[in-house]
């Protein structure tokens, strides 16, 4: 129903910088909200960044100053811009979007769905 797609990961020396993109594709009516979350090797999901469809931003302690959160509503895409890289940033980057769809001739409102991450490894 509804597919998101994350690109944008590789790898990268301490104090660089990556963006990367997640592209909503499917039988959309609207992303309430447009999020990153991370995944590290035998770590919780944790959050990144959230971005409601009016713009309003949330980030995790860890990120702020360094990570900024965008997206363009008309292609139904999220951005988010890495700054300063850190080793301990190293981990499976994940997008999240709660959306409105058409499920055939069917509203269903605040459904969750999840891209299936792309790999950032930050070397020191």
């Known amino acids: 129903q509804v597919q998101l797609v994350e690109s944008g990961g590789g790898l990268v020396q301490a104090g660089g910088s990556l963006r990367l993109s997640c592209a909503a594709s499917?039988?959309?009516?609207?992303?309430?909200?447009m999020g990153w979350y991370r995944q590290a090797p035998g770590q919780q999901r944790e959050l990144v960044a959230t971005?409601?469809?009016?713009?309003?931003?949330n980030y995790a302690d860890s990120v702020k100053g360094r990570f900024t959160i965008s997206r363009d509503n008309a292609k139904n895409t999220a951005y988010l811009q890495m700054n300063s890289l850190k080793p301990e940033d190293t981990a499976v980057y994940y997008c999240?979007?709660?959306?409105?769809?058409?499920?055939?001739?069917?509203?269903?409102?605040?459904?969750?769905?999840w891209g299936k991450g792309t790999l950032v490894t930050v070397s020191s």
């Open positions: 999240n979007g709660r959306v409105d769809i058409f499920d055939g001739w069917r509203r269903r409102d605040g459904l969750d769905y």
């Open positions: 971005i409601t469809s009016g713009g309003s931003t």
């Open positions: 499917g039988s959309i009516l609207s992303i309430n909200v």
